[in-house]
Nanobody, 122 residues
């Protein structure tokens, strides 16, 4: 089985910064895409940032220039540096990985972390 474990959420004042991290473990052959989604109260889950194994990135327009995604492929980890946070960033942030599992090379699997709360408030 595969697990994604997030860390780094918390509370911060507007204009502050936080860094989220996610580590994937288990029977992983390779991770194609890894990144972050978020879900605010009463809203649908939305993309924040994704990074491919080759380093290509995709950011939501609302976070471009303020959030930076990075990966450590050797450690199966992804991080999200969030700067200039505003109250609209308040949400549960979920790590997502699209990966190949060891022994099952011809199929891609989606996995989600349990989520970590980010609250931006004065």
């Amino acid at each position: 089985q595969v697990q994604l474990v997030e860390s780094g959420g918390g509370s911060v004042q507007p204009g502050g910064s936080l860094r989220l991290s996610c580590a994937a473990s288990g029977r992983i052959f390779s991770i194609n895409l890894m990144g972050w989604y978020r879900q605010a109260p009463g809203k649908e889950r939305e993309l924040v940032a994704l990074m491919s194994s080759s380093g290509s990135t995709n950011y939501a327009d609302s976070v471009k220039g303020r959030f930076t995604i990075s990966r450590d492929n050797a450690k199966n980890m992804v991080s999200l540096a969030m700067n200039s946070l505003n109250p609209e960033a308040t949400a549960v942030y979920y790590c997502k990985a699209i990966l190949q599992r060891s022994g099952i090379p011809d199929r891609l699997f989606d996995y989600w972390g349990q989520g970590t709360q980010v609250t931006v408030s004065s």
